[in-house]
């Protein structure tokens, strides 16, 4: 029932990324990946290559919801 709802509640013109292991019987328009290895990708050599460039992207993401935290635009949930 939430694929449904997902699947057919998408905006106009919008873009839908779902990750899931199966989607059963359910039709989905647009380009559809299926990927049937880890890392499916970027090779090992390929993933090497740019993890460092990924840990900084997840760095200065970390700094700009620390900053959001602190103005209060974010509310943590304990």
Do not use: A, F
Request: aromatic share 6%.
């Amino acid at each position: 029932m939430i694929w449904d709802y997902v699947i057919n509640s998408q905006p106009e013109n919008s873009q839908l990324i779902i990750s899931t292991t199966e989607i059963g019987d359910r039709q989905c328009t647009g380009k559809v990946i299926r990927l049937k290895e880890e890392r499916g990708l970027l090779t090992d050599v390929e993933y090497n290559m740019i993890s460092e460039e990924l840990e900084e992207y997840g760095q200065l993401l970390l700094e700009v919801l620390k900053k959001n935290d602190n103005d209060g635009k974010i509310v943590q949930r304990h």
